[in-house]
T-cell receptor, first 111, second 111 residues
């Protein structure tokens, strides 16, 4: 079954730690996206990719980085987590720009 | 500066009645509008869309209306069902493979 996966679902970590949020999709989509969302707020695009070896920064400035070495995999890394990084991170993929398929999200808490 | 605005954070509707969710936008370059639905602890799922060249699109119980002169769109759900209780995000795209989301409206369907 085609799907999009995110791990971990929940992460509580101390300040200064390096973290990687995983995102994988089995639909063969070229386009993939990372969004950040705080409760009651809009989803903000922080990174996107049009395919392997393609990564771009989104509209919201983020200290995170991403890589796209394989079509199905689009991990997000924070080199040194801070409390201001506490948020929900949503990964999505799409064939066309409009109908994006979202993963369940990772809720990150940095203490 | 919010380009997509959902001014009602929440809405309660009796089961079986019509639910109307509203959305305003500021960017006249948007050419595609979308509604996404989100349950707790899940990622958003695509619900329905409308091109800027149309004023109405219907899919089962869901109808989206677009008023370009007023820069306003609405989602009608008829009849409302308990499973429709969720957060609904209005979104728009300007043809650059990116989607701008509103803050969402939480819909409660009352028994």
């Amino acid at each position: 079954e085609a799907d999009i996966y995110q791990t971990p679902r929940y992460l509580v970590i101390g300040t200064g730690k390096k973290i990687t949020l995983e995102c994988s999709q089995t639909m063969g989509h070229d386009k993939m996206y990372w969004y950040q969302q705080d409760p009651g707020m809009e989803l903000h695009l922080i990174h996107y990719s049009y395919g392997v070896n393609s990564t771009e920064k989104g509209d919201l400035s983020s200290e995170s980085t991403v890589s796209r070495i394989r079509t199905e995999h689009f991990p997000l890394t924070l080199e040194s987590a801070r409390p201001s990084h506490t948020s929900q991170y949503l990964c999505a993929s799409s064939l066309n720009p409009y109908e994006q398929f979202f993963g369940p999200g990772t809720r990150l808490t940095v203490l | 500066d919010q380009q997509v605005k959902q001014n009602s954070p929440s809405l309660s509707v009796q089961e079986g009645r019509i639910s109307i969710l509203n959305c305003d936008y500021t960017n006249s370059m948007f050419d595609y509008f979308l509604w996404y639905k989100k349950y707790p602890a899940e990622g958003p799922t695509f619900l329905i869309s409308i091109s800027s060249i149309k004023d109405k699109n219907e899919d089962g119980r869901f109808t989206v209306f677009l008023n370009k002169s007023a820069k306003h769109l609405s989602l009608h759900i008829v009849p409302s069902q308990p499973g429709d209780s969720a957060v609904y995000f209005c979104a728009a795209s300007g043809g650059d493979d990116k989607i701008i989301f509103g803050k969402g409206t939480r819909l409660h369907i009352l028994p």
